[in-house]
């Protein structure tokens, strides 16, 4: 009997690992869709960079929309749609749209997100409806934020290892020269996962943070700005962790869930 039970254990276990291997072979990849263009920034190259990258790292298929050529007005035509982000998985905010300040089309954006929508908010996102008078879009992303610093190397402390998102981020990654975003206020929602000095400022702001925002999950960073420092390892590894937890596809050792690691 003994024998009997032990080799049932193992049949057990070799079904299980089966099931678990036919369900990560047959994971759908996530459907992203990148938000893009506006002023100040190459998002031309920027928009390569985070697509390629990101699919290099986890099982992510993507749509781009790119709009408004350098302009900081721009209404983006998608989200004049009133279920725009229904066919996605998550969302990516890589855009520079200040001026907008239409509170209807915004609420139009930002309540896809409330309502459940995984986002991850890029830069210059943080300054998008920058005019608008409510506050909706700062509670979304999690801070507030009118302006940035001049540039100038940045050393990014880790503030959570623990975390999944941050735990195999350095302790310390310094950069180039880069814009450090002055953040005005953190959101109750926003936790903040590491933060950078500013020298005009003398004093320190979160420039990678997890925010909760209505039913959905929201992934900030104010990096980067230039487009070589998009290309670092430690920054695509970052921003794609930071996606897969928004969808909640990030185990507990930081790596992606079963099925979401990249394509072999």
């Given at each position: 009997m003994p024998h009997l039970a032990r080799l049932a254990a193992l049949t057990i276990a070799i079904c299980l690992f089966a099931s678990a291997s036919v369900h990560a072979e047959d994971?759908?990849?996530?459907?992203?869709?990148?938000?893009?263009?506006?002023?100040?920034?190459?998002?031309?190259?920027?928009?390569?960079?985070?697509?390629?990258?990101i699919t290099a790292r986890a099982n992510v298929e993507w749509t781009i929309v790119h709009e408004g050529g350098k302009s900081t007005d721009h209404r983006v035509s998608i989200y004049e749609?009133?279920?725009?982000?229904?066919?996605?998985?998550?969302?990516?905010?890589?855009?520079?749209?200040?001026?907008?300040?239409?509170?209807?089309?915004?609420?139009?954006?930002?309540?896809?997100?409330?309502?459940?929508?995984?986002?991850?908010?890029?830069?210059?996102?943080?300054?998008?409806?920058?005019d608008l008078e409510s506050d909706m879009w700062r509670e979304f992303l999690g801070?507030?934020?009118?302006?940035?610093?001049k540039q100038h190397p940045l050393e990014i402390k880790n503030l959570r290892?623990?975390?999944?998102?941050?735990?195999?981020?350095?302790?310390?990654?310094?950069?180039?020269?880069?814009?450090?975003?002055?953040?005005?206020?953190?959101?109750?929602?926003?936790?903040?996962?590491?933060?950078?000095?500013?020298?005009?400022?003398?004093?320190?702001?979160?420039?990678?943070?997890?925010?909760t925002f209505g039913k959905g999950r929201v992934f900030g960073t104010t990096l980067v700005h230039h487009s070589h420092h998009m290309k670092e390892p430690v920054y695509l590894d970052l921003v794609t962790r930071?996606?897969?937890?928004?969808?909640?596809?990030?185990?507990?050792?930081?790596?992606?869930a079963a099925g979401y690691g990249p394509k072999k």
């Open positions: 994971a759908k990849p996530l459907k992203a869709l990148l938000i893009t263009g506006g002023c100040c920034h190459d998002y031309d190259t920027q928009k390569v960079i985070l697509t390629e990258g749609k009133p279920d725009w982000a229904d066919p996605y998985d998550v969302i990516v905010h890589n855009e520079c749209f200040a001026m907008v300040a239409d509170e209807k089309f915004v609420k139009n954006v930002a309540d896809a997100h409330r309502n459940g929508k995984p986002a991850v908010v890029i830069h210059c996102t943080m300054h998008t409806f920058r801070a507030t934020t009118k302006r940035h610093e290892t623990d975390d999944t998102v941050m735990s195999k981020f350095p302790e310390v990654w310094k950069t180039g020269d880069e814009e450090l975003y002055v953040i005005l206020k953190q959101w109750p929602s926003m936790t903040p996962l590491a933060e950078a000095y500013g020298v005009d400022t003398q004093a320190s702001y979160p420039v990678i943070w997890k925010n930071g996606l897969l937890w928004s969808c909640d596809k990030l185990d507990d050792k930081g790596e992606p």
